[in-house]
């Protein structure tokens, strides 16, 4: 029999859900932003993390990057928590709510990853040093049209979009699911956003590398034909355990985001009940 929510969410709950995402994504994206670069690195260049670090400290693409990094995960994050508590409270009619954690979070990190994959792209050209000037600068997404044409251009486009959905939705899905069993057995917001999301990384690392490599590549290259599966398979079977050069760094970075992030919730909701409460009275 299908099961209802005890409690409707309401669009306070879900706005106040994704407030809480974007504002603490950004003290947590500038506090762990020198681990991010350092494994967009290693992802790219495999290199070794101590090199990595002597790379990025040179300022090449460093505080760029930066810029990129935090519009990505605000213009990410906001929609991934507002949308992931919609999808939750409605996939909760249907399912268990611990199921429904994991399957709307999936639904909704897909269509949030695909929309903020163009900053993505963006910074991960940035952080690696690349260039804008062989086809007259601009944006990815312009360039890769210029390239390619309007029809192969856009499906370079969505490729990149589609790979970027797919990762956060299994990302999500992990984050969000684990976060609730935490929190259910008594974690603080802090340990539960935190740990969560060390969890996630782990489980979608060999789909981040495939996607970074992806998106790293300049948009006036070609692109292979092969799913997101197939190229984790390849990369994985090629490299082994070389694949998950980066792991440490970024599930730090993860950590300290994620963790500044939950620290942040507990007040970011207080002020935004506060703010619906004072508009309900006028």
């Known amino acids: ?33 020198p681990l991010d670069a350092i494994k967009i690195r290693q992802q790219t260049k495999a290199v070794p993390f101590f090199a990595a670090a002597r790379s990025i400290s040179s300022g090449v693409g460093f505080s760029s990057g930066l810029g990129h990094a935090v519009t990505q995960k605000v213009v990410t994050r906001f929609p991934m928590f507002l949308v992931s508590a919609v999808a939750v409270d409605k996939a909760e009619v249907y399912m268990s709510a611990d199921r429904a954690a994991y399957a709307g979070s999936a639904a909704s990190g897909y269509v949030t990853g695909s929309l903020a994959s163009a900053a993505e792209w963006n910074k991960v050209q940035k952080s690696v040093g690349a260039k804008s000037s062989r086809s007259g600068g601009g944006g990815v997404v312009q360039r890769s049209l210029r390239a390619h044409g309007l029809v192969v251009g856009a499906q370079h486009a969505w490729k990149r979009a589609h790979f970027c959905g797919l990762r956060n939705g299994l990302f999500d899905s992990v984050f969000f699911g684990s976060k609730r069993a935490l929190s259910s057995r008594g974690c603080s917001d802090s340990v539960s956003y935190g740990l969560a999301a060390s969890f996630a990384v782990v489980a979608d690392y060999a789909f981040d590398v495939v996607t970074k490599r992806l998106l790293a590549l300049p948009p006036e290259d070609p692109l292979g034909r092969s799913g997101i599966l197939r190229a984790a398979y390849r990369v994985v079977s090629e490299e082994g355990l070389g694949v998950f050069r980066g792991l440490g760094a970024k599930t730090g970075e993860f950590a300290v985001s994620y963790a500044v992030t939950g620290a942040c919730a507990a007040t970011v909701i207080k002020a935004c009940d506060g703010i619906f409460l004072k508009k309900q009275e006028d």
């Open 1 to 33: 029999m299908p099961q209802t929510t005890s409690t409707p969410l309401g669009y306070q709950g879900a706005l106040s859900a994704g407030v809480v995402g974007a504002v603490g994504a950004i003290p947590g994206t500038v506090l762990s932003f």
